[in-house]
C-alpha cells in the first residue's frame, strides 16, 4: 500500500473540481457549527465520508498528513463511515481541507443535518457500563450465593451472614445505577396515566430489593439479590441488543438534509456565500447545476431545468422561463442561474406542506402488542398478589401473606415478556434490511402486520424509472425513422438514447450541422432535409400538452411535425404478480398526482373494486387516506417524493419506495428500495409471522409465570426457585423467538439458507 | 476457615480492578469502533527512505533478470 502511492505520487483518478462549491466553509458561522473542538491551535472535525469501503481507504485517509502537513491526525471509522480530524488552522482552512478530501476521492457529505448534530450523536457507552455494573454484581452475588443453595452445615452460619451482607452489597450499584432507567421510565409512564411494561419490572425490581434488605436486616434469610442482579443483568442486555441492531439505520433524517448547507448570495455583483438561515425575501442567488434551490424563488437569469425529483418523484426536468416561480427542493440541471427570493426558507412550499398538522414532529403512536398486554398484565399482577395476601392475611398468617405477597411481584416481573418483543422485532427488522427494506423501528413491523389497506403512488412507485417502454404517435417512413435516429445518435439525452433504441437497428446516415439546445432538443441536416428533435415549443407544435411534456419527443422534418415518441409509465416487472398476491389480503388503492393517460393499464392491474384516483394534490391524498381511516381500516400508504410526505405520515404505515436510497422522503416509516418491489407480499407476510412468534413466545412466558405464581400464592418459593426460573425462561424466550424467526423468515423465502 | 473473609475480599478487590479497567476502557471510547484497529494494525510500518537511495535503476535491471 505504502510503495503504491509512492510510486504512483498522482492518483488515478481525479475528480472534476467545481469551484466555490465549498466557499460556505469560510463563513465563521457555518464553519463553527461543523467542528467538534478548536482552539488557539488546532480544530478537530468528524466529516461523514460515504466513499469509505475498503482497508485502502482507511490507509489513505489516515495518511492525510502526508498529503499536507498541516492535518495533525486523522482517525477513520470503517463502520460509521467517518473520519476524525485533527488539523492546525493556522495553515489549513477546513475549506481546503474538505477540497483535499475531494481530490483523493472522499468528498465529506456536508449537509445542514451535520450543522444541526444535536440528536445526531447516538453512544452506548452509558449502557455497556451499566451492564458491566449489572453482570460484575451478578457474576459474584451468584458466587456467594451457591453455599446458600447447597446447603451449609450449622458451624457455618455465621458465613451466610457474612454472605449475606456481601450479596446486599452487590444489590445496591445494581439497583441504584443499572437499573435506575426502569424506575424512570416507569414513573415516566405512570405519570402519564398508562402501565408500560417497566412498570411491572420496575416494581419487581424495587419488590426484590425490599425483601432481599428485609431478610439481610432481619437475618431471616438469604434474600434474591442474586435474582435481582441476574434480572436486571439479561433486561440490559436484551435493551443493548435491541439498540445496537437498528441504530445503524440513522433515520433521523428530516427534509432539512436536502437542501443544501449555504447558498450563494449575490450582492451588487459580488458572490457571497451565506447560511440557509440568512435568506431573506429580495435575496439574489446564484443555483449551480447540481444545487438545490432552496427558497421559493422567481427565476432572473439563465436556463432553468428544474428536477423535482424530490418533490414529485418525477425524475423528467421541468423547463421554466424567465420571470417564473420556482418551488423550493427544485434541482437545477445545466447553467448556473439567478433567482430571487420570495418567501424565506422557513416559509416555503415544501416546510409549509411540512407544518401542516399531520406532519408535525409528534411521536408516532403505534398501538404495539406488548404494549397493550403489559397494561392488563400488570392489573393482573396486581390482583393475584393482593388476593394472596388478604387470603394469607384471612389465615392468620401474617409472615406468609407478606412472604406470597412479595413471591408474587418477584416471579410475576415479565422479565421474558421484555425481552420476547425486542428480540423477535430486531431480529425481524435485520431480516427485512437484508433484503433491502428499511423498517424504521420494531414498532412499524408490528404495524406492517395489522395492514389490511394498501395505497399506491404511481410516479416511483409502482412505475420504475429506469426502464421506459415507448411507443411512436404518428407515422414515419423507414427513411424519415433513419433520419432521426442518426441524429439522436449524437446527443446523450436520455430520450434521445430512448429514441435510438426504440429505432432499433437502422442505417446510419450523414448528419451536418449538428445542434444541441440543452433542455429544448435536437437539430441537423440529414441528407439535405432539417430534422428537429424535441419538445413541443422546440420543433414547432402549437398546441404542446403540457402536462406531458418531458415524456415525449416531437420529430419534425423540414418543419413538418411527423409524430412523437411516447415515453409510456414503464411498471415495476413483477407489478402484476404483486398486486395479484396482494388483492387476496388486502384491500388495493391507487391516488396519483398525474394525470390518468395510463388509467385503462392500471384498471387491469389493480382489482375491480380499488378505486383509481389521479390528479390529486398532496392534501387531497392526506384527505383521502383520512377518509380511508375513518371507515376503519389500517392504511398502509406507498409512495414516493417530498408531496406524498403528507400521506406517508397521516397513513398508519407510510412507506417511501426509492430507487436511490439516499434520496427517500422524510415521514416515513419505512424505506423500500425499488428492486425489492416484488417481494412486498413476502414482507406482509413475514410481518405477520413474526407478530405469531411474539404471541407465541407471549403464550411460553406466560406458562413459565403460571408455574412460578402457583407457588408464589402458595408462599412456598424459595429463592433457589426464583434464581433457577427467572434466568430459564428467558433463555427459553430468547432461543425460541430467535429460532422461531429465522424459520418464518425461510420459509417466506426471505433468506436463503439455515446457517 | 476465617481465610474465607480475606479470600473473598481479595477476589472481590481484584474483580474490582477489572471492572475499574473496563470502565476505563469504555470512557476512553475503546469499544466504540471494534472495527478499523483489526485492519489499522495490518499497515505497513514506515518504509525508510534509505532503500530508495539504494535501488537505482541497474538493481532494477537485475531484478527482473
Redesign the interface.
Known sequence: ???YY?YNTYPGKKKAERSGRYEYLDEAAIADKLVDFKNEEVTVVTFYIPAIHC?SC??LL?HLYKLNTAVVRS??????KQVNVTFKHGELSLRDLVALLENIGYAPKITLQDVIKSARKF?Q?GL??KI??AG?CF??SMM?SFPEYFGMAAFEAK?AT?FGW?NFAFTLPVLLYSGRDYFTSAWHSLRQRQLNLDVPLALGIAVLFARTAWEVFSGSGPGFSDTLCGLVFFLLVGRWVQQRTYHHISFERDYRSYFPVAVTHIVAGVMKPIPLADIRVGDRLLVRNGEIVPADAILLKGNADIDFSFVTGESEPVRKVLGEVIYAGGRQLGEAIELEVMKTVSQSYLTRLWNNEAFKPHERKFRTFSNVVSRYFTLALLTIAVSAMSYWFFQGNSAKAWGAFTAVLIIGCPCALALSGPFTLSAALSIFDRNRFYVKNTAAIEQLAAIDCLVFDKTGTISSPNAARMHFDGELTADELAMAVSVAQNSSHPLSRALVSWGGSVTPMRVSGFREVTGKGIEAIVAGHDVRLGGGAFVGVRHADNAAQGSRVYVAIDGQVKGCLVASQPWRPQLAGVMDSLATDYELHLVSGDHDRDKEQLRAVFPRKSDLLFNRLPIEKLEYIRTLQAAGKEVCMFGDGLNDAGALKQANLGVAVSDDINNFSPGCDAVLDGRSFALLPRFFAFAKAVRKVIHMSFGISLMYNAVGLSFAVMGTMSPLFAAVLMPLSTVTIISFTTVATRLYAVKKQLINNVS | MSAIFFLIGCSVFIALIFLAAFFWANKTGQHDDTYTPSIRMLFDDEVEEIEDKVRNPADTEKAVK
Open positions: 500500500m505504502q510503495q509512492r482497508s482507511i490507509w489516515e482517525q477513520s471509522d470503517f463502520m460509521k453512544s457507552r455497556v457500563a458491566a455494573v460484575f457474576g459474584n456467594l458465613y457474612f456481601m
